[in-house]
C-alpha cells in the first residue's frame, strides 16, 4: 500500500513538475494582445500579415523588429503616405493611437515584438514615456 501510494505521489510531482516547465504568459502580453484585438487586428489582421500593397504586415519587419523609438512614434504618430516594408509599397494610413496609455503602447508593442513568429526585446513603459516625451513625427 505505502508502495502504490509513493508511486501515485512520484507520477503526479513528475507530471506537476513537467507542466511548471511551460512557459505561462506573462499579463503584459494577455493585456497587449487584448488591446491588439481592440485596436489593431482590424487592420493587420489576427495573424498579423495586413493587407496587400495598403496595410503592412508584423511580420518580421524592420518596422517591428528594430528600433523601438520608431515603433513607438508610429503609435503616437500615426502614419501617412507610401512606405517600403520587406521590398513591398504599402500605401494605407495609420491612425495615431496617442490616446492609448502609456503602458498599454508598451503592452501592445511587446505583444507585436513577440507575436507572428517575431522575437524581439520588450517595449517598457519608460520607452514609451521617453519617447512622448520628447515626441516627433516619425521619418520613414
Given amino acids: 500500500m505505502k508502495i502504490?501510494?509513493?508511486?501515485?505521489?512520484l507520477c503526479f510531482l513528475s507530471t506537476f513538475s513537467k507542466a511548471q516547465k511551460k512557459p505561462l504568459?506573462?499579463?503584459?502580453?494577455?493585456?497587449?494582445?487584448?488591446?491588439?484585438?481592440?485596436?489593431c487586428m482590424t487592420c493587420h489582421q489576427v495573424d498579423g500579415v495586413g493587407a496587400q500593397n495598403m496595410i503592412?504586415?508584423?511580420?518580421?519587419?524592420?518596422?517591428?523588429?528594430?528600433?523601438?523609438q520608431r515603433l513607438i512614434k508610429i503609435?503616437?504618430?500615426?502614419?501617412?503616405?507610401?512606405?517600403?516594408?520587406?521590398?513591398?509599397?504599402?500605401?494605407?494610413?495609420?491612425?495615431?493611437?496617442?490616446?492609448?496609455?502609456?503602458?498599454?503602447?508598451?503592452?501592445?508593442?511587446?505583444?507585436?515584438?513577440?507575436s507572428f513568429g517575431n522575437s524581439a526585446?520588450?517595449?517598457?513603459?519608460?520607452d514609451v514615456r521617453r519617447v512622448r516625451a520628447t515626441n516627433k513625427t516619425v521619418s520613414k
Avoid: F, W
Fill in 4 to 9: 502504490a501510494l509513493l508511486i501515485i505521489c
Fill in 121 to 126: 526585446s520588450p517595449v517598457t513603459i519608460k
Fill in 56 to 68: 503592412p504586415p508584423l511580420i518580421k519587419t524592420d518596422y517591428v523588429l528594430g528600433e523601438k
Fill in 75 to 114: 503609435l503616437l504618430n500615426g502614419l501617412k503616405g507610401d512606405i517600403n516594408v520587406n521590398g513591398d509599397m504599402y500605401s494605407g494610413e495609420m491612425p495615431s493611437q496617442a490616446l492609448l496609455k502609456d503602458d498599454e503602447i508598451a503592452a501592445v508593442l511587446t505583444y507585436v515584438r513577440k
Fill in 25 to 39: 504568459p506573462s499579463s503584459n502580453m494577455m493585456i497587449g494582445k487584448e488591446i491588439y484585438v481592440k485596436h
